[in-house]
C-alpha cells in the first residue's frame, strides 16, 4: 500500500464548497490586502487561542521577526532559542540584527531544556523563543519564572502548535506573544502563506498592526521603517473556515499516534514520541527515532511509504551559522535527535489501515536491517 506523507487534497476536499464560497466573498468584495475578512479571522483565532488579540500576517517568519521588532530587539542583542528547529526561528533573530544563542532541548520532549536556561542568559539576552516543536509545548513554567525573574519577554514559536495545550493552557497564549505559521502543512494551513501572533499587550499588538503595514498609523503617515508583512484576504478568509475544524483535524492526529504509539511501542529499536502528562500534543509530526535512519528513510520509500526528516541538521551546525562558532557537539541532544529522528505519515485522514501498513512496513525495514547489525559482532 501506498502511504503519502501529508494528503492535502482528502483535507480540503470535504469543505471544498465552504473554500470555493470563502474565496468568492473575498473577489466580490475586493478585500485582497488585509481588510474584513483578515480582521474577522484575527477576532476568531484570539478567542480560539485564548489571547486578546491576533495579527494576521504573511507567514510564521514574519510572525516571529515583528515580534522582536516590536520588542525593540536589535544589533548587540542576544536572543535565546532551541537549535532543533526550523531554519525560520533563527533567521527571525537575524533579521532584527542581533544574535541566536542556542540552548539545547529536552530529550523526551524534544523542546528547550529549562534546566540549561539559566546559565545560558547573559547581560545580552533581550528575548527567548521556546518551539513547541512537533505540536507539544515546551515546558514553559519554569521558562516564564526564569525569564519574568530577569524581565525577559518569552515568545512562542507555536508554528507547528495550533491547539496544543500546556497545563490547560493554549499554545501561544502563555508568552508575551505566541507565533503561528498557517503554511500550507501546518495542522490549521492557508491556501498559501500566511501568519499570526497572538497577544495579551495591547500596546505590543498596536506596534505590530504598525509594522506590518510600512510602519503607518495612518495611511500615508509613517511613524516607523516598517515592511509589508499583512496576511491575505483570501487567506483571511479561509482559515476562518478552515479553524473549524481544526480541534476535529488535531483529535484525529491524536489518535493516530496514540494507533502508531500502540503498534510501535514495544519495539526494541523504535524511539516512539512522548507526550508530557500536563501537556496535549497536536501531532503537526510524528517523529519516531531509529538508527540508520537514512537507510529506513529509504527502505520506506522503497515500500511505497512517504517518510520526512525533521530536521537533518540542527540550526546550530547549518552552513549559515558557522559564524556564530558552534561545532558538532555544542548540542548533544539535537544533534544525536537529528541523526536518528524519522517522520512517519501524519494528516487527519489517515486511515487505520494506513498506520498499519507504516507500522508494518517500519518492522519489516528494521528486521532486514538486523542481519547486518549482528554481524559487526
Ligand atoms: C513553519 C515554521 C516556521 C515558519 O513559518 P512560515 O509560515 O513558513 O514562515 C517557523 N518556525 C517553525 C517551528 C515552523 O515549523
Redesign the pocket.
Given at each position: 500500500m501506498k502511504v503519502p506523507f501529508l494528503d492535502l487534497n482528502a483535507h480540503h476536499q470535504p469543505i471544498r464548497e465552504q473554500l470555493d464560497a470563502a474565496i468568492r466573498d473575498v473577489i466580490d468584495a475586493s478585500a485582497f490586502a488585509g481588510g474584513p475578512f483578515v480582521a474577522a479571522f484575527e477576532r476568531d483565532f484570539a478567542r480560539y487561542c485564548g489571547s486578546s488579540q491576533a495579527i494576521g500576517v504573511?507567514?510564521?517568519?514574519?510572525?516571529?521577526w515583528l515580534s522582536l521588532l516590536a520588542l525593540n530587539i536589535g544589533p548587540g542583542d542576544e536572543v535565546i532559542t532551541a537549535p532543533s528547529?526550523?531554519?525560520?526561528?533563527a533567521e527571525?533573530i537575524s533579521y532584527c540584527g542581533a544574535r541566536p544563542k542556542f540552548v539545547d532541548i529536552d530529550e523526551q520532549t524534544y523542546t528547550l531544556d529549562p534546566g540549561l536556561l539559566e546559565r545560558a542568559i547573559t547581560p545580552r539576552t533581550k528575548a527567548i523563543i521556546p518551539?513547541?516543536?512537533f505540536g507539544q509545548c515546551a515546558d514553559m513554567e519554569p521558562i516564564l519564572e526564569i525569564a519574568a525573574g530577569r524581565g525577559i519577554p518569552v515568545v512562542e514559536?507555536?508554528?507547528?502548535a495550533h491547539g496544543a495545550l500546556y497545563k490547560g493552557r493554549k499554545a501561544g497564549s502563555m508568552g508575551t506573544t505566541g507565533?503561528?505559521?498557517?503554511?500550507p502543512?501546518?495542522n490549521l494551513g492557508a491556501l498559501g502563506?500566511?501568519?499570526a501572533v497572538t497577544t495579551d499587550a495591547a500596546e505590543l499588538a498596536a506596534q505590530i498592526r504598525v509594522l506590518r503595514d510600512h510602519g503607518q498609523h495612518k495611511k500615508y503617515h509613517h511613524s516607523k521603517v516598517g515592511w509589508n508583512g499583512r496576511m491575505d484576504g483570501i487567506q483571511g478568509a479561509v482559515l476562518g473556515v478552515k479553524l473549524k475544524h481544526l480541534d476535529v483535524g488535531n483529535a484525529r492526529r491524536h489518535a493516530h499516534a496514540l494507533l502508531y504509539d500502540q503498534l510501535l511501542g514495544g519495539l526494541e529499536e523504535v524511539i516512539t514520541p512522548s507526550e508530557a502528562p500536563h501537556n496535549r500534543h497536536v501531532y503537526?509530526v510524528y517523529a519516531v527515532r531509529v538508527k540508520d535512519r537514512d537507510q529506513v528513510l529509504q527502505a520506506m520509500s522503497d515500500r511505497g511509504i512517504s517518510c520526512a526528516i525533521?530536521y537533518p541538521i540542527p540550526v546550530h551546525l547549518q552552513e549559515a551559522y558557522r559564524f556564530l562558532g558552534y561545532e558538532q557537539g555544542s548540542f548533544p541532544v539535537a544533534e544525536r535527535c537529528a541523526e536518528e529522528f524519522l517522520s512517519l505519515p501524519m494528516f487527519p485522514e489517515l486511515t487505520s489501515e494506513q498506520i498499519h501498513a507504516v507500522a508494518d512496513a517500519l518492522k519489516s525495514c528494521l528486521s532486514a536491517r538486523k542481519p547486518c547489525a549482528s554481524c559487526v559482532k
Open positions: 504573511g507567514s510564521g517568519t514574519d510572525a516571529l528547529t526550523f531554519m525560520a526561528t527571525a518551539v513547541h516543536l514559536d507555536a508554528c507547528q507565533c503561528f505559521s498557517f503554511y502543512g501546518k502563506e500566511a501568519g503537526h525533521h
